[in-house]
């Protein structure tokens, strides 16, 4: 490593971002120009000429301006999660951390392609508006070579150019990419700004736009889904994360603003192509404005348009497609390159794609692999469907990334460091999954071979993920890992899990789980336990953590395993809480017990960094102990109530905790005011469920102004308290300490608390 190197990964250690073994030379403008070449490419240009005859003057106005929003949308997620994992990959660092190695595997393997894809594509529009511009006007071509095959060899010679450029380096590629991307900008602002001056001058001009939609609102779907390609810029900008300088900031506001600018520019553009031509106008030949522009090919009618606009129109259409489809084409080899190259770096491909060129510092095989799929696809494959293929493949992508960043937030928010957090979470992931979902079927009405070629490299990407990359992955640091697990004989219809942290609190919570499954039938038990081994520790030396937990688990199981099936398991996950969420999905548990110690070490949490978010997280019934054991009977069980189902699920519990002979139940309730929620007809309706006679349940409702000062003073004299959890979203209790969390922390009572799962958030909460 040179000294410049070394100096910027020492630089990088003080900032906080992650070192890479790739070189970090990329500023925010190199970032945003990168991004804005890979949309503002000739994907405009083909984009223009086959919106408007797909949807119409409005239409292709619609088609740029919702499409830029909803691209908006799927920016703030790359945005959110690229900010609290800057790392090459992109989409596939998120599936790997939101959906795990499976859905991983073959996100990175479609953003491969679809930028591959891409790739292709611009250098063929490249190579065919060069050559047909030249061999119309100037008389160029290759002798003896139909244009067709001419097309073809410019198309692998120009991708060929960007291969080496990227081959040299991030710091070229940057450069050159800016350079390019800032001609191409001036180009396209000059058709823009010449559009509006001459709509001003002449406002008949507007005439054009009518009628505004000609065939119908079905087909804008279709234009949005095939042009969707040409705003995938952020896409490569996520890519960049290991060779950007302070990426947290940096990367997180290059996807915001290149969206920004690319959607406002593309607005500009298709509004000048739309009064470019004047009606009346000789060359019209009788027809309409819009239906003489459409009578070309998609590059040729937007060549026409700026024709008319600007003396030597032809000529700066031609330069813009040059230096606009060489921005992009530069771009996507970049980004496929680097999802590549991540894929071999955590070996869901052969180890050799990560290799490093030890002069250039760029993924030099994978490059290797890389061209050969962008040459083979510019060379054989027909633009239009190999656009629409890459537009189905991103759309894909897209979808997962929203997906991810739900996942992401919930499960992992208190142990990321993010540098940007999107606003109104989770409106905007959610509004672009249902608009992406609708433009995907739009492709299929147009280009039924996108679909199919999908359909090919989809299945061969699940074949190599079954057959090589799932017994070979390399673990990754967030991952939960599975130290030692005992299965006992499947058996059991209900499931409970006992989390056991300690020998000290093992047996205290053994006399609590045996009366809750004593209540059930066709019980099985889970016992965990999640290892405490330190960051520093290697997983390797993780044997003396283990020994604690396996001392607690032992306890446990001399009092449940004769009586139920039980299986153990000890895990180590860097977070505790999400570990235990995991293992009650995996398991499918019905009812989680776990422990709590009664005072939060963080004051962020109400009742600490574990149970607060098991709590809110967990898809199962919960229920959390605190100073249960002993041999006590609990003779006097108080209940605070104030409705809803956790409310009910915990008058369930007391009926199954309180002494069966003696034990008798006050349901609890303090009023304002003489208001408060009607406690009886909640008890009645609740009884049926209790396994406890109804006469010994009674009912107390207490005027008080403090609520949490009056229940605990009412639970002195009971032998347990046991009150449902709120419902409140965690990020709400931490600006405001809830009431049960409230009682929780003061109460000296032995205490329980519950929380229902079931229902529609509990599926949520399941499966995302």
Not at 129 to 137: E, G, I, R
């Amino acid at each position: 490593m040179s000294a410049e190197a070394d100096a910027t990964a020492a630089a990088s250690r003080r900032a906080g971002q992650p070192v890479s073994e790739l070189s970090r030379d990329l500023s925010l403008f190199h970032i945003v120009m990168m991004g804005l070449g890979m949309m503002i490419g000739a994907g405009v240009f083909v984009g223009i000429g086959l919106s408007m005859r797909i949807v119409g003057p409005g239409g292709l106005m619609l088609t740029f301006v919702l499409n830029g929003v909803i691209a908006l949308f799927t920016a703030m997620s790359f945005a959110e999660l690229s900010s609290a994992i800057p790392r090459a990959g992109g989409a596939y660092n998120f599936a790997r951390i939101g959906f795990g190695r499976g859905a991983s595997f073959m996100t990175g393997w479609m953003e491969w392609f679809a930028s591959s894809l891409a790739g292709a594509f611009y250098a063929v529009v490249f190579a065919s508006f060069t050559v047909k511009y030249f061999s119309d006007l100037l008389g160029w071509g290759l002798s003896g070579l139909p244009e067709a095959v001419t097309i073809k060899l410019v198309a692998v010679a120009a991708a060929g150019f960007f291969i080496y450029i990227n081959y040299r380096g991030s710091s070229e590629t940057g450069k050159v990419g800016a350079l390019f991307t800032t001609g191409q900008m001036l180009f396209v602002l000059a058709i823009a700004v010449v559009g509006l001056v001459v709509a001003a001058h002449e406002p008949s001009r507007l005439a054009n736009f009518r009628p505004f939609m000609p065939h119908g609102w079905w087909r804008l779907l279709v234009a949005m889904g095939v042009i969707y390609v040409a705003f995938e810029g952020f896409e490569v900008i996520a890519q960049a994360g290991d060779e950007t300088i302070d990426p947290k900031r940096n990367v997180p506001k290059a996807m915001l603003y290149a969206v920004l600018i690319v959607t406002i520019t593309y607005a500009a553009v298709a509004f000048a192509t739309v009064v470019a031509v004047k009606a009346g106008s000789p060359e019209l030949a009788g027809r309409g404005p819009i239906a003489y522009l459409a009578s070309f090919t998609e590059i040729e009618g937007f060549r026409k348009a700026v024709q008319h606009l600007l003396p030597l129109g032809g000529l700066l259409v031609t330069l813009a497609v040059i230096f606009s489809s060489t921005s992009a084409l530069n771009a996507t080899i970049y980004s496929a390159t680097r999802a590549s190259y991540a894929l071999g770096r955590d070996r869901m491909l052969p180890p050799l794609f990560s290799r490093i060129s030890p002069k250039r510092k760029t993924p030099h095989v994978a490059l290797l692999f890389t061209s050969c799929i962008v040459v083979a696809a510019a060379a054989g494959l027909n633009p239009k469907h190999g656009a629409a293929a890459a537009s189905i493949m991103f759309l894909c992508l897209f979808f997962v990334v929203n997906l991810c960043v739900i996942r992401v937030r919930r499960n992992m928010g208190d142990e990321l460091e993010y540098g940007y957090v999107m606003p109104l979470f989770p409106l905007f992931p959610i509004a672009a999954i249902a608009c992406q979902v609708a433009m995907a079927g739009g492709i299929f009405a147009e280009s039924w071979i996108a679909w199919a070629i999908a359909l090919v490299w989809v299945p061969a990407g699940a074949v190599i993920y079954l057959i090589y990359s799932r017994t070979r992955v390399a673990t990754a640091e967030h991952e939960i890992r599975v130290l030692e697990e005992a299965r006992a004989p499947e058996a059991g219809g209900y499931r409970i899990m006992v989390a056991v942290a300690n020998p000290a609190n093992a047996l205290e919570m053994v006399r609590t789980t045996y009366r809750l499954c004593e209540a059930k039938e066709d019980v099985r038990v889970e016992l965990l336990h999640m290892v405490p081994v330190p960051d520093q520790v290697p997983l390797k030396d993780a044997h003396p953590y283990m020994l604690e937990g396996k001392e607690g688990i032992l306890e446990t199981m001399l009092y449940l395993a004769p009586t139920y099936p039980t299986s153990t398991t000890l895990r180590y996950c860097r977070n505790v809480a999400r570990g235990i969420v995991s293992a009650v999905r995996e398991k499918k548990v019905d009812l989680l017990i776990m422990g709590w110690h009664g005072r939060p070490r963080d004051r962020v949490f109400s009742l600490g960094s574990t149970v607060d978010p098991v709590i809110e997280r967990s898809p199962c019934d919960v229920v959390i102990l605190k100073d249960c054991g002993g041999n006590r009977a609990f003779q006097r069980v108080l209940v605070p109530l104030a409705g809803g189902p956790n409310g009910a699920f915990a008058l369930q519990i007391a009926g199954i905790l309180a002494d069966p002979q003696d034990g008798r139940i006050t349901a609890f309730t303090v009023t304002r005011g003489g208001r408060g929620f009607d406690l009886e007809s909640f008890v009645e309706a609740n009884l049926p469920r209790m396994s406890f006679p109804g006469e010994r349940v009674e009912r107390k409702a207490v005027e008080a102004r403090g609520i949490v000062r009056a229940i605990c003073q009412e639970a002195r004299s009971y032998d347990l308290v046991v009150l449902g959890c709120t419902r409140q979203p965690l990020l709400y209790q931490v600006a405001r300490t809830s009431v049960p969390q409230a009682v929780a922390r003061a109460c000296r009572a032995p205490l329980v608390m519950t929380k229902a799962g079931g229902g529609l958030r509990s599926w949520i909460k399941r499966w995302i």
